[in-house]
């Protein structure tokens, strides 16, 4: 294999974020692994120092990886990058903040692009929670919800990946406190609540510090809860514009489908009747049923066959999406996933359900070959 000097893609690598290829000795051994940090410029120095190596093969852009990949290699690539974002996004306060976001944000767009039914399956269907903490994983999720339905509106691109920032950033100056308030058992303090009110000035603050200066982007994120009646916060603006009223949409939408403390996530069927019978008349809304439908990907449904499983795949009608049937109709566990396509009479949705913990014996690697 190709070797290159770790020193020629030094630009490459942020100290205190995972590495994004594998470091190699002089000889070719691996020496560091792919996501390993390094928390010092020091530690940096020391391997520039040494001569160390990177493989060619490597340093192909995550977007054309993404492009190659197989469809099986996808879930694997979407849990890789998704943390890649969650460790940027929590890594406001530090020094590069505002590159290191850049640097991770294209394969994710990537990812969606590749395949819009496995992009909706992360948020409905959120695997390994424990590694994220509730903040981010709902800043990710909001934002990919974000730029699928800017997509879905017609919005241009610069657009749909400003909107997508816009999602992610948003609540960057209460990730820690959003993970507190989703656990705790008694009621909001009165502190929490003032951080609650007071978080989309100080979140615009925190990206001005970053050096962010795009002007859409910073409003977007101090408006995202104004609304047009006034009743918003924390100014009570009656124009929060088209970015900040899409991403409070896509914030709704997905605090409903992420458990809290003494409630449980709420199906994604029931999810999206809400936000219909609530505010359907505006396009934003409608595009953002549409988009995720009834029984989105990652939606654990019961079968008129009897049989349970999961849905893969948007179908081509809201209501005939294809499913992974993982148990038989007497409940016992299938050995491999078998495709059904509920359009057919015989494998219609009856019922939308919990998983009971199957996707984590079966992983949606062995689910999208099927979809």
Avoid at 104 to 113: K, N
Avoid at 155 to 167: G, I, L, M, Y
Avoid at 178 to 204: D, F, K, N, W, Y
Avoid at 318 to 340: C, D, K, N, Q, Y
Wanted: hydrophobic share 45%.
């Amino acid at each position: 294999m190709p070797y290159s000097l770790l020193s020629a893609v030094k630009h490459r690598i942020s100290v205190g974020l995972g590495l994004p290829f594998n470091v190699y000795k002089q000889d070719a051994t691996l020496l560091l692994a792919r996501g390993q940090v390094l928390s010092s410029q020091a530690e940096l120095d020391a391997l520039l120092q040494r001569g160390a190596l990177v493989d060619l093969a490597d340093l192909q852009s995550p977007c054309e990886l993404i492009r190659l990949a197989s469809p099986e290699q996808l879930p694997a690539i979407w849990r890789q990058s998704l943390q890649e974002l969650g460790a940027a996004l929590s890594a406001s306060s530090r020094p590069g903040f505002a590159q290191a976001l850049d640097d991770v944000t294209p394969a994710v767009l990537s990812l969606i692009e590749r395949d819009r039914d496995l992009a909706i399956f992360q948020i409905i269907k959120a695997s390994d929670k424990a590694s994220v903490q509730y903040g981010v994983r709902h800043a990710l999720h909001c934002a990919i919800t974000s730029f699928l339905v800017a997509q879905r509106l017609g919005w241009s691109d610069s657009e749909a990946h400003k909107v997508f920032k816009v999602a992610l950033t948003m609540d960057i100056s209460i990730l820690e406190l959003q993970g507190q308030m989703a656990e705790q058992t008694t009621p909001i303090t009165p502190a929490q609540r003032a951080a609650v009110l007071s978080h989309p000035e100080r979140s615009e603050q925190i990206l001005v510090l970053a050096g962010i200066t795009d002007s859409e982007w910073l409003l977007a994120v101090a408006r995202h809860h104004e609304t047009p009646d006034g009743t918003g916060y924390p100014k009570g603006c009656r124009e929060p514009g088209d970015l900040a009223t899409l991403v409070q949409r896509a914030d709704t939408y997905t605090a409903m489908l992420n458990p809290r403390h003494g409630r449980a996530a709420m199906a994604a069927d029931r999810a999206g009747r809400m936000m219909f019978m609530q505010d359907g008349s505006h396009p934003m809304t409608a595009a953002l049923v549409k988009e995720f439908g009834l029984y989105p990907p990652g939606c654990f449904v019961r079968l008129a066959s009897g049989e349970t499983g999961v849905v893969v795949k948007r179908g081509a009608s809201v209501m005939t999406p294809i499913v992974a049937a993982l148990s038989s109709p007497f409940g016992t566990s299938l050995a491999h996933p078998i495709r059904r396509d509920t359009a057919e009479r015989g494998y219609c949705i009856h019922a939308v359900l919990g998983d009971h913990g199957q996707l984590e014996r079966l992983p949606a690697d062995a689910l999208m070959t099927l979809a």
